[in-house]
């Protein structure tokens, strides 16, 4: 193994906090769908609940790049029930936040660690990353402005989505 035992730890932390993030992701996308709006819940599940399966394949590539072996931890079960899109969002907003503080964690093992390849590919990783925060930032912020006209939101939702890459059908 080229790195370190605590940044080893740490990546496989990330990977396992990806595939949580796209559980609750999903658990979100569902409760959209579920409450009638289409066209966000395709558009969210498709373009901001799929990354998180894709962020953890980087990291795992890296790592056996690296000689280390990933490791497939269990997931927590999400079944939270929304009624409020803004709830939703605001908790997606909070999700995402602390994915992006575990990211940065990651670098911090890494520097403390001279894993300088991590460390490098972390930086990278976190850049890549930065689009999907703010676009949660904006549909919190759009969530709120919408909340007494949610199906306004669900019909401007491709328009208010400029940061992630996305088709809508």
Known sequence: MKISEACYEQ???LIQKSFDCNAQADNFAYNIDYTRYPNIADLYHHAFAHKFPQLADIISDLMIKLNARPIRRPVNGYNAEYLSLYDLFVDNDRMIEDYRLEVKKTIDIADMNDDYEVRIAMENFLLELLPYVKQSDVWRTKA??????????????????????????
């Open 11 to 13: 990546l496989n932390n």
């Open 144 to 169: 709120e402005q919408y909340k007494e006209q949610p199906y306004e939101f669900d019909i401007h939702f491709k328009e208010l989505t400029t940061l992630i890459p996305h088709e809508l059908k």
